[in-house]
């Protein structure tokens, strides 16, 4: 197979928004996992990508144009004009796909940073974005992650990588307040009727694009909300057009329900706890109103954010009918109450519905009809075990629990259900811009 042709519409039509970047020669090169569904699904051919030329071409070194793609952002509140990809590439799209490359050495965003992607963290995102996509939400998906043969120092020195990833695109809420401050024309305009036309082509205003945005990104975090999936840091930067979950740097699982759990250790005042996703969802669509201004009028802005509390009520409630198999109010509420008096395993409380709802704390919950609900999510101690060992040269327990988690409606027995052990959590805390 010769390589395969990338399209590049986006870099050529804003040139504004990117800047050409070249990824690093590599020391020593080696696949650790490739997607091969996915990749066959791209029309990629999986021998190929393993063979030398295809390694190349993944490391974004195969001759193809590459690019660095501009955006600022609002992280934990503050705003910064120009954050962009300081270690990724965007190799081209194909199949309509974005093709992104992590961790490929510095570009102008780097902003003093070594431009790499560190093992642990490159397989952490493949999993838990399969994992996600397996679940059924809405996510980038991990085609492959390479080793670099480098090491690069993080808290101390360790293995670096590449990883690989689709995305419906690669397009956020800080690329389009990058486009709004660097504007001196239609940029902003231009910007937003592109990912309409490419997200969202039965839309046909701004306003409706704005809406559909705010939708997607509502259904989307929903499904987080119910299978206890804590992002970590929900900037602007980190949230999509498409509605698409994008990096996974300090998210975790919540096991034990608990609406105020954090994770992230540099999360120190818990901005991005559990339970305020919903309301960061509405900051960060109200930064995306502000910027869409004078595209959107102020006061049609402010009306469609106005729509935001009950578009939410009715996607949470939506979910917890699924969840419980039943529209019933009061069902809902008890459920919700029987949740924060017992604080049961989350995952595994809702498998019991479908599985031996007798067995249920807090009264009757036979007779309901709810959906299939899956036995496995990448619970953080088996995830931190497995990276423990692949950054030790042992991708064995890697692999095993990518399996389980990617056939999470399959019961893999019990090794991989139940929360942490009690010591774990109290230590556990999550690392950002590795
Ligand atoms: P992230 O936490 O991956 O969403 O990244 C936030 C911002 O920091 C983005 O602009 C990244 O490109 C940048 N960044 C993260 N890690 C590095 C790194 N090692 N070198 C350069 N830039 C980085
Ligand atoms: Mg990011």
Redo the contacts with the bound molecule.
């Keep these: 197979m010769n390589a395969p042709q990338l399209d590049h519409q986006f870099a050529d039509a804003f040139p504004e928004l990117v800047h050409a970047a070249h990824a690093e020669e590599q020391p020593d090169p080696q696949l650790i996992v490739l997607n091969e569904p996915l990749a066959r699904e791209l029309g990629l051919d999986p021998d190929w990508l393993r063979s030398p030329e295809g390694l190349r071409f993944l490391l974004g070194l195969g001759g193809n144009r590459t690019v660095a793609m501009g955006y600022a952002g609002h992280q934990f509140g503050q705003f910064s004009p120009r954050?962009?990809?300081?270690?990724?590439l965007l190799l081209g799209e194909i199949d309509g796909r974005d093709l992104h490359a992590k961790g490929t050495g510095?570009t102008v965003?780097?902003?003093g940073?070594?431009?790499?992607?560190a093992l642990g963290p490159m397989l952490r995102e493949y999993l838990v974005s399969e994992a996600m996509h397996a679940l059924g939400v809405p996510t980038t998906r991990g085609l492959a992650v390479i080793s670099t043969g480098r090491r690069i120092m993080r808290t101390g020195a360790v293995p670096g990588a590449v990883l690989v990833r689709t995305a419906a695109s690669h397009l956020r809420i800080g690329t389009v307040q990058y486009a709004r401050i660097t504007d001196t024309g239609d940029l902003t305009e231009r910007l937003c009727t592109y990912a309409r036309q490419r997200h969202y082509p039965d839309r046909n205003t701004h306003e409706e694009f704005f809406t559909a945005v705010m939708d997607a990104q509502i259904a989307t975090v929903a499904q987080w909300m119910r299978l206890g999936f804590i992002h970590g840091?929900m900037?602007t930067?980190?949230t999509t057009l498409s509605g698409e979950t994008i990096?996974y740097?300090p998210c975790a699982f919540l096991d034990h329900y608990d609406p105020a759990t954090f994770f992230s250790s540099i999360d120190t005042h818990g901005r991005y706890a559990f339970r305020n996703q919903p309301v960061i969802l509405g900051w960060n669509l109200a930064r995306l109103a502000e910027a869409l201004i004078p595209l959107i009028e102020v006061e049609t802005a402010q009306e469609l954010m106005n729509s935001f509390p009950d578009r939410w009520e009715r996607a949470q409630a939506a979910e917890l009918a699924r969840t419980l198999g039943t529209d019933d109010p009061a069902v809902g509420e008890r459920w919700t109450s029987m949740l924060e008096e017992h604080s049961p395993d989350l995952t595994d409380t809702h498998r019991l519905l479908n599985d031996d709802p007798a067995a249920l704390p807090g009264g009757d919950w036979t007779g309901l009809n709810p959906m299939e609900h899956p036995f496995h999510i990448p619970r953080n101690h088996l995830v931190d075990a497995a990276l423990r060992a692949a950054e030790a040269g042992d991708l064995a327990p890697f692999h095993t629990l990518l399996a389980v988690v990617t056939d999470p409606f399959t019961d893999h027995g019990a090794e991989f259900r139940g929360p942490a052990p009690e010591e774990f959590n109290e230590l556990f805390r999550t690392f950002?811009?590795t």
Excluded: H
């Design positions: 954050l962009g990809d300081g270690r990724a510095p965003f780097s902003r940073g070594d431009g790499r992607g840091v900037n930067d980190n990096d740097g950002c811009g």
